[in-house]
């Protein structure tokens, strides 16, 4: 049997949403999970479509400042990777916590798209000025992410 998990994501100390996911593999630093889109109805952002029916095969690192979100139509079609760079995933009593900071990148199934988003929010945030540690590796984490993108190999190579 599939264990279940509950995905809790939290911003600036509250948590933005809650949900269920089956675990898919953990190797001790990086823990995959399959959960449904689960948000309330679509989210259009004008390069992806976040909908109903749609399946994100998620990959967090207990060592990592970021996620990696693969994210499937409904009918199995890779849309992309939708990245968050967070602080390293806290696994513990059936949850997986993830404190989200604000950057992401999402990646095109076919590797021509590669966009950083919410740089905006993130210099807005005053993580820069709160805790410049966590600021610069969340940096970092978005640049790696962006390096590893570009590449051949793509966000692939870092989940195989």
């Not at 689960?38 to 749609?54: N, S």
């Not at 994210?71 to 199995?76: A, E, I, L, Q, Y």
């Not at 905006?120 to 940096?139: C, H, K, M, R, V």
């Amino acid at each position: 049997m599939t264990e279940q998990l509950t995905v809790v994501l939290t911003k600036a100390g509250r948590t933005r949403i809650r949900y269920p996911a089956a675990r898919v593999a953990d190797d001790g630093d990086r823990i995959s999970v399959r959960a449904p889109w689960a948000a309330e109805g679509v989210r259009d952002f004008g390069f992806v479509r976040f909908e109903p029916g749609d399946v994100f095969v998620e990959h967090f690192w207990r060592t990592r400042w970021y996620a990696v979100k693969e994210v499937w139509s409904g009918d199995g079609v890779l849309k992309g990777w939708y990245c968050d760079v967070t602080r390293p995933a806290l696994v513990r009593s059936g949850e997986i916590l993830v404190e989200d900071l604000d950057l992401d990148l999402w990646v095109s199934a076919d590797g021509s798209s590669v966009l950083r988003l919410d740089e905006d929010e993130f210099a807005e945030s005053g993580l820069t000025t709160s805790d410049p540690e966590a600021a610069a590796q969340a940096i970092r984490a978005l640049d790696a992410l962006d390096d590893q993108a570009r590449t051949p190999a793509g966000l692939p190579a870092l989940l195989a």
